[in-house]
T-cell receptor, first 114, second 109 residues
Framework: NAGVTQTPKFQVLKTGQSMTLQCAQD?????MSWYRQDPGMGLRLIHY???????DQGEVPNGYNVSRSTTEDFPLRLLSAAPSQTSVYFC?????????????FGSGTRLTVV | KQEVTQIPAALSVPEGENLVLNCSFT??????LQWFRQDPGKGLTSLLL?????REQTSGRLNASLDKSSGRSTLYIAASQPGDSATYLCAVQGGKLIFGQGTELSVKP
């Protein structure tokens, strides 16, 4: 089915480890973004991309890197995991930044840093 | 800076009631507003999208309205069912998609 695919669904990391959360979409969407969801904080934007080769910071970018080498993929890298990065991470895509068709979200990655 | 507020934070109603969820935003310069549903431990499911030029959208028992000038949107759920129990999130798109904190709805049989 067309949509946004996130892997893995669950991950446990030790403090200081690095990892990459994968996000792929097959809808030829230009705009992709990463959010984290924490109790009491809602969904907060980490990084976003308006097209291949273009990325920018959101509200809470520290500790995360992104790249957009293709239209389909938008991986999120944790450089040195910290317990404060324990969260549920969602990837989303839309046709473009102004989007008149709405956003499509992946099913999320639940990350625990111990 | 755009801020989105949803009231109430939680709502419990008996089955069959009609109900209204509220969303307000501080910056009226938006492209559209989207309502999502999130079940516990799950992702976000899009319910309705209202373009900035529209006043309302309907899907089945759901009706969403948008008043840009006052910075408000409402989600009306008719004849609520236990299966409607979930957290409902509104989000405004004005270059970035900014979310409210959500309303946790519980519909009791």
């Amino acid at each position: 089915n067309a949509g946004v695919t996130q892997t893995p669904k669950f991950q446990v990391l030790k403090t200081g480890q690095s990892m990459t959360l994968q996000c792929a979409q097959d809808m030829n969407h230009e705009y992709m973004s990463w959010y984290r969801q924490d109790p009491g904080m809602g969904l907060r934007l980490i990084h976003y991309s308006v097209g291949a080769g273009i990325t920018d910071q959101g509200e809470v970018p520290n500790g995360y890197n992104v790249s957009r080498s293709t239209t389909e993929d938008f991986p999120l890298r944790l450089l040195s995991a910290a317990p404060s990065q324990t969260s549920v991470y969602f990837c989303a895509s839309s046709m473009n930044r102004q989007d008149n068709y709405g956003y499509t979200f992946g099913s999320g990655t639940r990350l625990t840093v111990v | 800076k755009q801020e989105v507020t949803q009231i109430p934070a939680a709502l419990s109603v008996p089955e069959g009631e009609n109900l209204v969820l509220n969303c307000s935003f501080t910056d009226s310069a938006i492209y559209n507003l989207q309502w999502f549903r999130q079940d516990p431990g799950k992702g976000l499911t899009s319910l309705l999208l209202i373009q900035s030029s529209q006043r309302e959208q309907t899907s089945g028992r759901l009706n969403a309205s948008l008043d840009k000038s006052s910075g408000r949107s409402t989600l009306y759920i008719a004849a609520s069912q236990p299966g409607d129990s979930a957290t409902y999130l509104c989000a405004v798109q004005g270059g970035k998609l900014i979310f409210g904190q959500g309303t946790e709805l519980s519909v009791k049989p």
